[in-house]
């Protein structure tokens, strides 16, 4: 049973534009949800996270959007670069849980 | 300046074998994990130690045994190695449990039965 998925294998865009990774989950206990960016061969690093209490959260290029009642996350990323290509993951954890459930992945290409 | 390394890198063995992988955090967190990613790129947890002592340990066989001699390493040993056991295994870090926290992440260890 995958209580988290990111339903697009891959996405492209050109350089400049908007990204937009989507993320869905099943658990209405989740109350804290993370975006990871991957490179070939190296681990995930953390990239943005949000609590379930909001709604927003902005770092520079990147946002998170989070709509409880959809049980939908999304990350957007403008402008977009060629460095941000890259596999992104979001990631859940249920209130009182110490255990992350990572959904599959989009891969994202920026086309320069 | 390595935060979460994890050797081997790479790990090619017969079926039946034993063997390790070991991990180190020099982020002075309390908190590690072991994650499996499978070919189909599922990153599960495995287990999770808060300084040394055991907090996760989700349904993985008992041929999957972690050791954590301190809080700053945890090595996973695997006994009587299956074709299945084939994967990309990562360790991880967090600061401690007071709260949720990102994790911080080793290279990976990617692991080849013949």
């Known amino acids: 049973d995958q209580q988290v998925k990111q339903n697009s294998p891959s996405l492209s865009v050109q350089e400049g534009r908007i990204s937009i990774l989507n993320c869905d989950y099943t658990?209405?206990?989740?109350?804290?949800f993370l975006w990871y960016k991957k490179y070939p061969a190296e681990g995930p690093t953390f990239l943005i996270s949000?609590?379930?209490?909001?709604d927003k959260n902005e770092d520079g290029r990147f946002t998170v959007f989070l709509n409880k009642s959809a049980k939908h996350l999304s990350l957007h990323i403008v402008p977009s670069q060629p460095g941000d290509s890259a596999v992104y993951f979001c990631?859940?954890?249920?209130?009182?849980?110490?255990?992350?459930?990572f959904g599959t992945g989009t891969r994202l290409k920026v086309l320069a | 300046d390595t935060a979460v390394s994890q050797t081997p890198k790479y790990l090619v063995t017969q079926m039946g074998n034993d063997k390790s992988i070991k991990c180190e955090q020099n982020?002075?967190?309390?908190?590690m994990y072991w994650y499996k990613q499978d070919s189909k790129k599922f990153l599960k947890i495995m287990f999770s130690?808060?300084?040394?002592?055991?907090?996760i340990n989700e349904t993985v066989p008992n041929r999957f045994s972690p050791k954590s001699p301190d809080k700053a390493h945890l090595n996973l040993h695997i006994n009587s190695l299956e074709l299945g056991d084939s994967a990309v295994y990562f360790c991880?870090?967090?600061?401690?449990?007071?709260?949720?926290?990102?994790?911080?992440f080793g290279d990976g260890t990617r692991l080849s039965i013949l």
């Open positions: 949000i609590s379930s209490i909001k």
């Open positions: 991880a870090s967090s600061q401690d449990l007071t709260g949720p926290q990102p994790q911080h």
């Open positions: 990631a859940a954890r249920a209130s009182g849980t110490y255990k992350y459930i």
């Open positions: 130690y808060n300084n040394k002592e055991l907090i």
């Open positions: 982020l002075g967190h309390d908190t």
């Open positions: 658990n209405s206990m989740f109350d804290y």
